[in-house]
């Protein structure tokens, strides 16, 4: 999934904690956490692992990575509040 430069500045900013809310208000429900990791799933069956650190931003790669593993078009990301 690719996404416009002005969408990209806003969430490469994000830390752990607002994508977890973001996907907590989304609909997806902590399944299993072990250690750093927590995995969330949505009532459609998609699984997303999240590594947790507090106070993080990810990297570009892993972000973008976890984007397409979430499935969020630019229109989710504005519903979700995660970008402007």
């Known amino acids: 999934m690719r996404f416009s430069k002005t969408v990209w500045d806003q969430i490469k900013n994000k830390t752990a904690e607002e994508i977890i809310s973001a996907l907590k208000r ?20 998609r699984r997303v692992a999240i590594h947790y650190h507090p106070h993080k931003t990810y990297g570009p790669a892993l972000l973008k990575d976890l ?11 504005h519903r979700l509040k995660l970008i402007k």
């Open 26 to 45: 989304d609909g997806a429900i902590l399944d299993t956490s072990k250690g750093s990791a927590r995995v969330f799933r949505y009532p459609d069956r």
């Open 67 to 77: 984007m397409n593993d979430i499935g969020w078009n630019e229109a989710d990301l």
